[in-house]
């Protein structure tokens, strides 16, 4: 019992010791003293589980952040632990997620949101490893992540996306290897054969060479000059080994024909076909193939072709043959290069290798072979030399030897290794994209052959060079200072408080330019010796008397400097007061102003109390000025609000000129017009100089409803208020639909708004008469309040919409107006005339959900016709439609007839009707089928042909009807659906 | 166990006890169960939940969204992990997108109790209506005066066939499947009814709670309700001896209204005879009757306007034998009324919050006696006699509305307004049997 008590204890004290600390991770040691301790216990576990629950429910999110952690640690291996912590899972997430309104994550807010991330994270952790035995975790997984919407990294299917990608790169390899093995299998036997010829030669090439060799004839060193230049020093050194073995046989100028055979035939032999052998091998161990046997087979004769190969190769170093074995491993290296390459050569994209590694080995195998095969050392070296100068560069690195060369070499600058010198002088062109951006598109596409010019590469890759600055020592000022000591203060000519920097002694008096070598090495000391300087009383003493003689010098010449500086000032005071006076003596005509004006500026300068008191003066008779205007409006009877409330002098002047009251009042009349109009605000551009008559007669009665109206102004909408207008407890008014957007608070006051009917300004409207909205669109009515709004729905002179179909357009106007829109806006054909005859072609007449639309506007008898064709769905059946709305009104509308024909190989259909007002809209004509309707199949007939394409001519004709007007057979608006 | 069945074995243990002593174990074994998943197909919360009355088999289930679906309890479409939890999809679901789906939210979704051919949802779109199972339709609607809150049929009724709805409206209305009109307006609550419930022993008594408080109890073949539920008219004990108790209220009821007594009597006297010797005829066979008469038509105002909780009623739910009824209340309290007296047990149910603005929906269990009753985020099992909290079922994450006891298999189902429908199933019997051999085992991993 203690003894658990004691444990508890230790695990409460471990667990909270580790969530105090302010780091990000909870310290390693003590969580795993902590694991230690729960391993042993399950009475541990739930104390641990306990004390972690009430530690997350901590007010600061720092220690929910660790207690998380640490939950996170034991849930992972404890099983009673997770039993435990998934009972309150709910809490626990609620505390770390915060999804709670009430329950927010607490403070530092940074914190919280690290907590907020990983206890999503370790949810979905926990989710996918025990979530199928925990219901709990499942469920607040789904509540997080699908009521919530609570974005979660999504562990899993990374994963498996990962995996995916994988395995798909191995099945491409496998699938590449199979290829090539197949290609190996059919070709091997060629391959054999041409090995072992090359074999056979060689062979019989060393047994004449070896005859030669046991002849032992003289061996004749070749000239060391030849290759000399040529060749590196280390080659040289295996060279000279190689001819100290005396067995070895030599080329002479007798057997030079053989070795040049044996020569090609080695290089053949190692180049290409251990090359190849090796490849085929490390092949044939990849390759996953169906028949084991042939491969097995295969790779056998391959080891030992290449056994073989070896052999061969080393008979022939036995002899003394030389191809040494750096171009061995060299090309070996390059070989092992190549197969990588090979092996990812269809899908470069994604791995392809380096592009400069290609690059690269290419003047060092040149260089290798210059310097082994000596003859065609000639045409290597130039063919070396022309080709790049680094590889020049390098050789002669190597040749060691004439000074001409070492004296370059030490004058040359040393270029700093940088990426620039890997593809130095290289002519390929360099892949752009090889590295294949492919985060899911998130680039966008990636071109895979693009590719990067050589000189755009060596303009990319341009060796930047950074100029170094000689460090150059700065002096201290070492100026002695009031409080003891050495200003130790480092500026380059003065120092801002003690002057130019002058060398000092180590007490800071300067000193004579002859000692200044000495003196720098003593500055620097200074900074070491000042403690001990300090520390000695006898100095200090001697210090401060010294620094007091250097005070009282200081304060000398800082007196002199100041009396200089002063006269120098009234000079130039002086200077300037004159010149100025020249000016203004100079200037003729205004001289006399001028000079006033200058005495003024002058004494302004002298004295500024003066002109303070004569700017005030001046205030206040334009003060005044105003008051007096306002006193004179107010007499003569108006608002003086009307006064623009300006504070400018100048433009107080202005009004005041022409301020009478007529004015005021016309001015009134134009200010309530714009209202007007900025409150019904629709295209009405062409009419709007057109009806000043109207205007003129409203403005009549306009300023005695203005005020009243003003407050039928709804102050959200700004519209017209109409019952039931509403009010808050302070008064404000407010329009019934703006009442439900406004969330219960007055938008003028703030206040809550209630439930208050506003019955005095509804009698009040109710007693006004008004003129119709549309009273600049030409409607001359004045209307009482109510009835106004019920006039405006179906006056006359109200604007027609747009009567463009397609797209929703809001755009509102009359007629011409209208037209121009149409015609500018909308690109519609415009014809004039009242016969017509169209063709409607459209290629794929299958297509009926986006439908076409078609507008063409007709002109005739001073009016406007829109015909439409279009093709929608009737039902079930897709139909074509054609018909003519008349841009203006029903009434009208009623004077004219149209007729539409269509038709064909001997078939014709036609419609005779009148035409619907704009009025009414497009889809309610479309939809009362008031129109043509060609059926497709009519249509496609009619068009001939394929019925591959609609060609429709749509004849049309429009008269005027006499007779029936105003009999009112546009009542009679047919319905044929 | 073992013990048990050798006792049924041997013949010591009665059939009956047996299967109720295993019941009994199984129901307070329950658990949150991993075993099985309602895969919810609503997107606003689940308001109501039942399984239908026949077989026990299908769960039928309304949202707020307008969706209502049915499950298959048994039989699961498909399996997870290896067979390890088994996932119950919806076999089919009526939403906003059937062509006559309701508008807005369901707020009761009940089966028709003879069988599974039809059943019905009360919705906030002001419409009740009754669809047929088999082909997905609705077959009969009915327009109430405003939102439904609460419908119910009677699971005895072998006379009728009426809904009764509970919505915004004061009155009652009973909605006739078969004539497809309302058959009855029952006036009397002051406010909307949250919840009805019809009488477990007779199929012409309805129990409503409104709004207002007010428990009413209604006659359907009588104008007017008969009683209703006064908080302070109480009785200690669940039930008191018979004569005692009549003798009491007899009293009571004579003392208090003998002015009504009197009106009613001159009122009846201006009838034909036939109705007074029918009247006194039934005075005369039963105490209760003649007190449910004499009461009705004129009940005394101020009994007519007691509350049966402070605040609205938000669930009723008449317990199995007929003869109690539990209701919960805005004022988080339940109270179990006896039917008989009308009294109010005092039986102290240890509620927390329970929700308020919305109707819940109480289940209960037979053996033991166990109420369910959603407190907010939890669900709280309450022995019925005694009030204590017996289990507590915590798993939502936003708080429950409704809850259904499978009485057939021992299960609880429970749906919140987290959407989710979850299953607290008897633990602790087979779940550790199965071992799975695909499924990684739940156990300790320490790694250091």
Redesign the interface.
Known sequence: MEGRDDGGGKVMGLIEKATKSSAQEVDPRLL?AI??TL?YSDSEVRLGAETLMELMKHHHSQVRLLTLHIIDEIF?????F?ALIV?NL?QLLSLSVGFRTNLPLPAPSAVATILRTKAIEFLEKWNL??G?????I???F??LK??LKLKFPDLQANAARIQRERQEREMRTKEILRNKFDSLRNTFGLLKGEIGETIEEIKECLEIVQWRGDDGIPLAILDEEDYEEIRCSHLRQIRLESLKQSDKVEETSENRVVFDVLREKCKLLVKKHLISVQEGISLLTRVDVSDNRTRDSLLKELIDIKNNILATEKKCEEVGFTISRMIDTREKEETDEEEEDDIWEEDDGKVGTDPVKNVAPLPRSQNGEGSSFQSSSEAHRSTSESSSNKASSTRKFGTSGGSLRDNLISEAPVMNWGSQLSNWDSTTEVRANHRGLELESHWGRVDQDAVIPADKIAELNLQATVYREERAEIHPCHAPLKKGGLCQRRDLRACPFHGPIVPRDDEGNPITQESSENQTGIDQDVPMDESTLVSDPNQLARQIAKQALKNIREKDREELMKIANRAKLAKVREHNFSVLRDAALASTSKSAVIDEQFDRVFAARKNKKQTFSSTRRKKTTSKDRISERLLSNRVKGTKPKQLPPQGDDEKYRETAANQCMDCTSTMDVTDDEEIHQDRHSYASVPKHHSNNSSANAASALLPTTTSVHELLECPVCTNSMYPPIHQCHNGHTLCSTCKTRVHNRCPTCRQELGDIRCLALEKVAESLELPCKYMSLGCPEIFPYYSKLKHETICNFRPYNCPYAGSECSVMGDIPFLVAHLRDDHKVDMHSGCTFNHRYVKSNPREVENATWMLTVFHCFGQYFCLHFEAFQLGMAPVYMAFLRFMGDETEARNYNYSLEVGGYGRKLTWEGTPRSVRDSHRKVRDSHDGLIIQRNMALFFSGGDRKELKLRVTGRIWKEQQQSGEGGGACIPNLS | MWEAIQGRETGRVRSNSFVNQFKSRRILSLQLSNRKDFVSPHRGSVNSLQADLTEGRYLLSGASDGSAAVFDIQRATEYEASGLIAKHKCIFTVDKQHENGHKYAISSAIWYPIDTGLFVTGSYDHYIKVWDTNTAQAVVDFKMPGKVYRTAMSSLAMSHTLIAAGTEDVQVRLCDIASGAFSHTLSGHRDGVMSVEWSTSSEWVLYTGGCDGAIRFWDIRRAGCFRVLDQSVTQLGVRPPVLKHTAVSSKKSAKSSSGAQNRLKSLQSKHTGSQIIKGSYSAKASVEKSRQKRLHPGMLSTLDRATAHYGAVTGLKATNDGMYLLSAGSDSRIRLWDTESGCNTLLNFETGRIQTNKAIQLATSDDPALVFVPCMKTVKAFGMWSGKTRLMFRGHYESVNCCCFNSTDQELYTGGADRQILVWSPGGTMEGEMVQDEVAEDKDNWSD
């Open positions: 795993k694991k230690l391993r992972m291996r404890s099983k009673l997770r009972e709910d490893t025990f199928l035995h925990y219901k709990e499942r469920l607040g789904d509540y699908n009521t």
